[in-house]
Nanobody, 111 residues
């Protein structure tokens, strides 16, 4: 079956950086658009960044210029490099391929 496993979350100070990873198995990874979502307590789950099969990326306005999504099809892995982190970036971050979701990784930005 399809499995998505995120890692790389943690506690970071404002202005810091984190790199999230999501490894996929049970799916022909290169055929799919991959998305990162995030969900803060009390909020809905919203898309943050998208990368298509060709590596073209799109971002929500609030993270443009700070976050970079990339993929390595040989490793079945998608990354989210997050720089200049802000407290409002605090959330659980989820990897998504079509209807499949990972378990999420917590990102907390706090001094």
């Amino acid at each position: 079956q399809v499995q998505l496993v995120e890692s790389g979350g943690g506690l970071v100070q404002p202005g810091g950086s984190l790199r999230l990873s999501c490894v996929a198995s049970g799916v022909i990874f290169s055929r799919y658009v991959v998305r990162w979502f995030r969900q803060a307590p009390g909020n809905q789950r919203d898309v943050v960044a998208t990368v298509n099969q060709g590596g073209i990326a799109n971002y929500v306005d609030s993270v443009k210029g700070r976050f970079t999504i990339s993929r390595d099809n040989a490793k079945n892995t998608v990354y989210l490099q997050m720089n200049s982190l802000k407290p409002e970036d605090t959330a659980v971050y989820y990897c998504n391929i079509v209807g499949w979701w990972g378990q999420g990784t917590q990102v907390t930005v706090s001094s």
